[in-house]
């Protein structure tokens, strides 16, 4: 395992704690994942905490270990109801 993001970063640190000095948060992801942007938010931007909320993007073939299959739409089709107490309202 491995810190994600003090890992992309160089070992550049910041407090995450609204008294603290040190990281003390961080997300950790096994040796193999590679991750494209990581960072920590402002004190209480998003969630209300005395902690900075953490956060990484990666793509989910690393999570995965292949691609998602392409979403597929369905063709529209119109209801058809044949029940004597449905009425016709065109």
Not at 17 to 30: A, K, L, Q, Y
């Amino acid at each position: 395992m491995k810190e994600a993001i003090i890992s992309k970063y160089g070992g550049q640190t910041l407090p995450t704690h609204n008294r603290g000095s040190v990281t003390i948060d961080e997300i950790f992801v096994s040796l193999g994942i590679t991750i494209f942007a990581g960072g920590f938010l402002d004190f209480e931007d998003g969630i209300p905490s005395d902690h900075r909320a953490a956060w990484i993007d990666i793509e989910y073939s690393e999570i995965l270990r292949h691609s998602l299959p392409p979403i597929i739409k369905p063709k529209t089709r119109r209801l058809h109801c044949n029940h004597p107490r449905v009425k016709n309202h065109t």
